[in-house]
């Protein structure tokens, strides 16, 4: 079987994490701050601040901003549950914008519509490794006095014009294993905000300034010195990984673009290929079907939009964003990683012209 998605550990990960264990120091520490500075020269802020998930990391960025119960955040509806919640989390109100079908991103064009009083931050979700399109979110943004919080879970390393997403605004990176670089679990929070990035490290550390003196409500949303030693080890291949999913994206296109609509990526935007995302349309529960049959993993991201999700039912949210609905119903993603070999790719491409073109083997 030809998995979605393949953490990639050597020995540099490994001699890292035994290195830390021998210490004797495991939880947050001298490995945090190291990765944060690397991660934030990686991205080309001030500051980074680890957290112990990309969950937390949204959280926790809202509430350095401020954000909390009375106010709106505007963000996508086709997106991980997580960039919403954080919303709830803060106790202020998710608003969703539809997407735009060529990105799969939030759509600037419906943004202004939504804005009211109450409105306090736009929340933009790089989906699948590719940037929103960020000269009209901060152009917005600035006109309404906005704060911009970037999810950019999926896009390490991803840019426009050579600037990294995350340095836009806040940015929130997740290293979940599935993700382009991994510390199994863990987040950043990254900000060129002296204040907020203070603000972010003791509410990651129970609001405490001074050793068990607690300034306001903070939380443990700690990384631990084995999570960073493993980031530090990761982040050092970020590129290569990211290269070699780009290469792996453009040979999927160059042999699947006659038959199917395959991913658009934006002059100026370096996409990170965290998902190969293709849209079928109305075959896409066979295709997924069919794929797994020949050893072929893929992954629906997602078949259910956010306003769509019990949870937010429940909330009472009515929204109907056509865009975003239709979208689930017919994307598939197609393993991309960096594993692949090529006799792999091949494999894939071969199989998805097969299975298109209805010839049945
Ligand atoms: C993975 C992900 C998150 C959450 O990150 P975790 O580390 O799993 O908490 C948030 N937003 C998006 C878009 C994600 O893909």
Redesign the pocket.
Known sequence: MIPIAKPLMGDEEKEAIIAVLESGMLAQGPKVEEFERAFAAMCGVRHAVATS????A?HLALLAHGIGPGDEVITSPF??I??ANSILFVGARPVFVDIDESSYNIDPTLIEARITSRTKALMP?H?FGNPCDMEAIMDIAARHGLVVIE?A??AHGASINGKKVGSFGAGCF???PT?NITTA???MVTTDDDQVAEKVRLLRNHGMKRRYYHDFLGYNFRMTDLQAALGLAQLAKLEDFNEKRIANARYLTEHLRDVIITPQVKGGHRHVFHQYTIRVNEKRDWMVEQLRERGIGTGIYYPLPVHKQPVYQELGYTDHLPVAEAMSRKVLSLPVHPALSQAELDRIVETVVQLYKGERD
């Open positions: 998930s990309g969950t937390t949204l997106t991980f997580a960039s979700v989906l999810d879970a999926q997740s290293f979940y993700k679990e863990g987040g």
